[in-house]
């Protein structure tokens, strides 16, 4: 498989969503969110999605230029119509008002409705502890996960990040869905012909995809961990759909299938905490720091040394900073197809 530069996909992915009629202002939030995923090894939710992205703009699904409209509850309370806009670009906006809210009340939370698929949570989440606070976010989905011991899908994989800063920039990162695994990774198993592991879909045996997925469709990803999982998810939509009066999960419509000139009407919840409001401002990131480091200088239980929560996807960003992203052979495709400038003249054809 081929590896490019961030730069480069940079370049090529900006200048496809500028033709494609996103503002200036907004397409450094599309490019950079898939990046975010891209370059920490999260390939499921990176680079991959820009042609579902663009074929969502192309149908109506998506809105390039979005009215975004705004509700200040309270003080700490902010609600935003996005307006069907691309999921990245509600995100963003709303990260950036989580921020504002936290740095003046101490506490900051955005409910957000009427938006699309917004990438990997942990983009949002860990934007806010770069700007010193506990960020939390996360989506609600279409329905693809049955809950602990049904047969249907009732939930979406309702995507949850929680991420804090430490001392010398670094952050503690959970970024999880709330199913097994995403419905993102099972669709590319099923096209690399490759096995599904055990638990990711009910009833499959772990050797097949014989009557687990047919003609291409999965019946049912499994939460995760049981009634753990379907629990998360269910609060994950109580958090998203239901403070924002939103559709709930099985309501929604599938990302990867039309009707793609509908809205899906997806709805997130943004939550930002300022630790200076708990009168910790001086301590917070050292002992973030200092928690992290006693985690992972805990007795291993094999050659693989304990890790935190990130620190999977910060080797990975260290290896394609150094050594650029892995790209399939369709994303390669669509991206000289999308290089206008010549960009990729000095990568193979």
């Not at 200048?15 to 920490?40: I, K, N």
């Not at 602990?148 to 990162?173: D, Q, R």
């Not at 919840?269 to 200092?290: I, K, Q, S, W, Y």
């Not at 260290?318 to 206008?340: C, K, Q």
């Amino acid at each position: 498989m081929i590896r490019l530069s961030q730069k480069v996909v940079e370049t090529i992915v900006s200048q496809a969503f500028r033709d494609a009629g996103v503002r200036d202002e907004h397409v450094p939030f599309v490019v950079e969110g898939l990046l975010y995923a891209s370059m920490r090894g999260i390939d499921s939710h990176g680079i991959r999605l820009g042609p579902t992205y663009l074929r969502e703009i192309d149908g109506g699904r998506a809105v390039a230029c979005p009215t975004l409209s705004w509700t200040e509850r309270t003080p700490g309370v902010r609600c935003l119509d996005a307006g069907a806009a691309l999921g990245m670009v509600a995100g963003r906006v709303a990260v950036r008002a989580t921020e504002e809210l936290a740095q003046r009340c101490g506490v900051g939370a955005v409910s957000v409705t009427n938006s699309n698929h917004f990438g990997a949570a942990g983009y949002y989440a860990r934007t806010l502890a770069e700007r010193g606070l506990v960020g939390i976010a996360m989506s609600n989905s279409d329905a693809l996960v049955a809950p602990f011991g049904g047969t249907k899908p009732l939930w979406g994989t309702n995507p949850l990040s929680i991420a804090a800063p430490g001392a010398h920039g670094e952050i503690a990162c959970l970024d999880m869905a709330t199913s097994q695994t995403s419905y993102t990774k099972v669709r590319l198993a099923v096209r690399d012909q490759a096995n599904v592991p055990r638990g990711w879909v009910y009833g499959q045996t772990g050797h097949t995809l014989e009557g687990i997925i047919e003609a291409g469709d999965i019946s049912a990803l499994a939460p995760l961990g049981g009634y753990k999982g379907h629990g998360l998810a269910m609060m994950v939509s109580v958090l998203c759909a239901l403070l924002g009066n939103a559709p709930f999960d099985w309501d929604l419509t599938t990302l990867y299938e039309p009707p793609y000139d509908a809205p899906r009407k997806i709805s997130h919840f943004f939550l930002g905490l300022d630790p200076r409001a708990f009168g910790h401002p001086n301590h917070v990131c050292g002992r973030v720091t200092e928690l992290m480091n006693h985690v992972r200088n805990q007795p291993a239980a094999s050659e693989c040394s304990v890790r935190c929560p990130g620190d999977l996807e910060e080797e990975a960003m260290r290896d394609r900073s150094e050594n650029g992203i892995p790209i399939p052979d369709d994303i390669f495709d669509w991206l000289r197809e999308s290089d206008r400038d010549g960009t990729m003249a000095s990568v193979r054809n």
